[in-house]
Nanobody, 125 residues
Framework: QVQLVESGGGLVQAGGSLRLSCAAS????????MGWFRQAPGKEREFVAA????????NYVDSVKGRFTISRDNAKNTMYLQMSSLNVEDTAVYYC??????????????????WGQGTQVTVSS
């Protein structure tokens, strides 16, 4: 069992930056691939980025490429999402998720086994 807790969300102006963190419990974090998803009001949950257990494989949705950077620190059981050049379309609740398959960077939400509660990111124009 893995428990995930997101932090770092907030209100930011368009063009600004935020860094989200996802802290994981347990000793198995380093064996899990991890992902970030987001869900805007009235929309389905959307894949944002994923990183393999070792950090060697990374995947992004096209809309965030060049603006967002996913990373992880296995020694700290923490994953990050550095977000820059934010725009209003990035407004959503951001969730982190864990996939028990270590090399997975899947975009499908149902492939992930554990989820955090989410953190709100609001970008104002």
């Amino acid at each position: 069992q893995v428990q995930l807790v997101e932090s770092g969300g907030g209100l930011v102006q368009a063009g600004g930056s935020l860094r989200l963190s996802c802290a994981a419990s347990g000793r198995t974090f380093s064996t899990y691939a991890m992902g970030w998803f987001r869900q805007a009001p009235g929309k389905e949950r959307e894949f944002v980025a994923a990183i393999s257990a070792s950090g060697g494989y990374i995947n992004y949705v096209d809309s965030v490429k060049g603006r967002f950077t996913i990373s992880r620190d296995n020694a700290k059981n923490t994953m990050y999402l550095q977000m820059s050049s934010l725009n209003v379309e990035d407004t959503a609740v951001y969730y982190c998720a864990a996939d028990r398959r270590p090399i997975g960077t899947t975009v499908r939400a149902h492939d992930y086994d554990y989820w955090g509660q989410g953190t709100q990111v609001t970008v104002s124009s």
